[in-house]
């Protein structure tokens, strides 16, 4: 049975221990919490989030706040382990006492964290993952930035399938919520399209052979593989491929993967890996004025070029930004919710459109294609999903 609105802002006031004052939210600040990876296979991603939200939160702290609030994150480290994760939200929730998450990472840590943020209202802003599950459960607790793994994997394979002619499709995947969405969407889209899904191999999250796994698929006559490891597997996939001499290969990667740090490896070694996700590449957009600048500001702070990472960071936090000013004073779970769903603008640090409204808290459905060139990602095609 769907948890109605009414249930969700009475369980969250009960929670707050105020019968007038919504969780996280004082006459002076607003509290808001993330679990992050910043210390595992996907830390690439998390800790330039952070530092992008911080940089946008302390900004806007210097310029007064939030209708007077400080604006105050608060993240803990889940090393990508999701009983820390779990953990972690806990403590954010029942001690910290968090208005909403922004920013967490993980599928099967947001779902194990779900269990404790939706008794008690916490809404789920933006999570730093693009599976489907991010957007069912309660509709006034959840918000995604863009569209989901699956529809960018789907979309993404279409393209080659029918561009190039491929007729045998495989995966390689962690047999998490996370790659059983990619490996399902690869399957749907290969049979969809009436070609052949041949083979698939599984993997640890920190695996660093795949000599085997390849030799399997190559046997297997596998032309397009989808991939959904963590950063540095995803590298180690390409590479061991080319040492191989396995060059006709292509391999497609999720919004996961869809990170500066592939494109950047040293010698080619990505060169030619496709990915289909829901923003663009920054490096190829700094004749934009707004990406330009906030490239600067990014580099000034950490002296380094702001990778995907930060990008999801700054557009995310910004977007709650937005949100909380809209809200006004009076700020509550209803008037945040109410907030949210008027969000519609485009975002020039993501490349892409911001849309919600009621019953609607998917954020931009394009589905933007690329493929590394030259090292670095290169926009070949765009799909606007429904």
């Given at each position: 049975?769907?948890?109605?609105?009414?249930?969700?802002?009475?369980?969250?006031?009960?929670?707050?221990?105020?019968?007038?004052?919504?969780?996280?939210?004082?006459?002076?600040?607003?509290?808001?919490?993330?679990?992050?990876?910043?210390?595992?296979?996907?830390?690439?991603?998390?800790?330039?989030?952070?530092e992008a939200v911080n940089q946008l939160f302390e900004e806007v702290n210097a310029a007064g706040g939030i209708h007077g609030r400080q604006l105050r994150y608060i993240v803990e480290d889940h090393g990508y382990q999701v009983p820390r994760a779990a953990q972690a939200a806990n403590k954010l929730v029942n001690r910290d006492?968090?208005?909403?998450?922004?920013?967490?990472?993980?599928?099967?840590?947001?779902?194990?964290?779900?269990?404790?943020?939706?008794?008690n209202g916490v809404p789920s802003v933006f999570p730093l993952t693009a599976a489907r599950q991010m957007i069912e459960g309660p509709e006034e607790l959840r918000y995604t930035a863009t569209a989901s793994y699956y529809d960018g994997v789907r979309a993404a394979a279409g393209f080659l399938i029918e561009g190039q002619g491929?007729?045998?499709?495989?995966?390689?995947?962690?047999?998490?919520?996370?790659?059983?969405?990619?490996?399902?969407?690869?399957?749907?889209?290969?049979?969809?399209?009436?070609?052949?899904?041949?083979?698939?191999?599984?993997?640890?999250?920190?695996?660093?052979?795949?000599?085997?796994?390849?030799?399997?698929?190559?046997?297997?006559?596998?032309?397009?593989?989808?991939?959904?490891?963590?950063?540095?597997?995803?590298?180690?996939?390409?590479?061991?491929?080319?040492?191989?001499?396995?060059?006709?290969?292509?391999?497609?990667?999720?919004?996961?993967?869809?990170?500066?740090?592939?494109?950047?490896?040293?010698?080619?070694?990505?060169?030619?890996?496709?990915?289909?996700?829901?923003?663009?590449?920054?490096?190829?957009?700094?004749?934009?004025?707004?990406?330009?600048?906030?490239?600067?500001?990014?580099?000034?702070?950490?002296?380094?070029?702001?990778?995907?990472?930060?990008?999801?960071?700054?557009?995310?936090?910004?977007?709650?930004?937005?949100?909380?000013?809209?809200?006004?004073?009076?700020?509550?779970?209803?008037?945040?919710?109410?907030?949210?769903?008027?969000?519609?603008?485009?975002?020039?640090?993501?490349?892409?459109?911001?849309?919600?409204?009621?019953?609607?808290?998917?954020?931009?459905?394009?589905?933007?294609?690329?493929?590394?060139?030259?090292?670095?990602?290169?926009?070949?095609?765009?799909?606007?999903?429904?």
């Amino acid at each position: 049975m769907k948890t109605t609105f009414a249930a969700l802002a009475a369980t969250a006031l009960i929670a707050s221990g105020a019968n007038a004052q919504t969780r996280g939210v004082t006459d002076d600040e607003i509290i808001i919490g993330a679990y992050q990876d910043l210390s595992g296979g996907f830390a690439a991603f998390s800790v330039p989030a952070v530092e992008a939200v911080n940089q946008l939160f302390e900004e806007v702290n210097a310029a007064g706040g939030i209708h007077g609030r400080q604006l105050r994150y608060i993240v803990e480290d889940h090393g990508y382990q999701v009983p820390r994760a779990a953990q972690a939200a806990n403590k954010l929730v029942n001690r910290d006492n968090v208005f909403a998450m922004l920013l967490s990472l993980g599928t099967p840590h947001n779902l194990a964290a779900f269990r404790v943020m939706d008794p008690n209202g916490v809404p789920s802003v933006f999570p730093l993952t693009a599976a489907r599950q991010m957007i069912e459960g309660p509709e006034e607790l959840r918000y995604t930035a863009t569209a989901s793994y699956y529809d960018g994997v789907r979309a993404a394979a279409g393209f080659l399938i029918e561009g190039q002619g491929i007729e045998t499709v495989c995966s390689m995947y962690i047999p998490s919520d996370f790659g059983e969405e990619i490996h399902e969407a690869t399957v749907d889209e290969a049979e969809a399209r009436g070609v052949n899904y041949a083979a698939e191999t599984t993997h640890r999250p920190d695996e660093s052979d795949f000599t085997g796994a390849l030799a399997r698929l190559r046997e297997a006559g596998c032309e397009l593989i989808t991939v959904a490891l963590t950063i540095r597997p995803t590298i180690t996939v390409v590479a061991t491929a080319k040492q191989m001499g396995w060059d006709d290969a292509r391999f497609l990667v999720s919004s996961a993967g869809f990170h500066t740090a592939i494109a950047k490896v040293p010698g080619g070694i990505t060169e030619g890996l496709y990915a289909g996700a829901g923003w663009q590449d920054l490096e190829a957009r700094m004749e934009t004025p707004e990406v330009a600048e906030w490239v600067a500001t990014m580099m000034d702070r950490t002296g380094e070029f702001p990778g995907t990472g930060a990008l999801l960071g700054q557009s995310a936090a910004h977007a709650l930004v937005n949100a909380l000013e809209i809200a006004g004073p009076d700020l509550t779970l209803e008037s945040f919710t109410a907030a949210m769903e008027t969000l519609d603008y485009d975002d020039p640090i993501a490349g892409n459109h911001m849309q919600m409204g009621p019953g609607d808290h998917e954020g931009a459905t394009e589905i933007f294609i690329s493929q590394i060139q030259d090292g670095g990602w290169v926009l070949v095609d765009t799909v606007e999903t429904d």
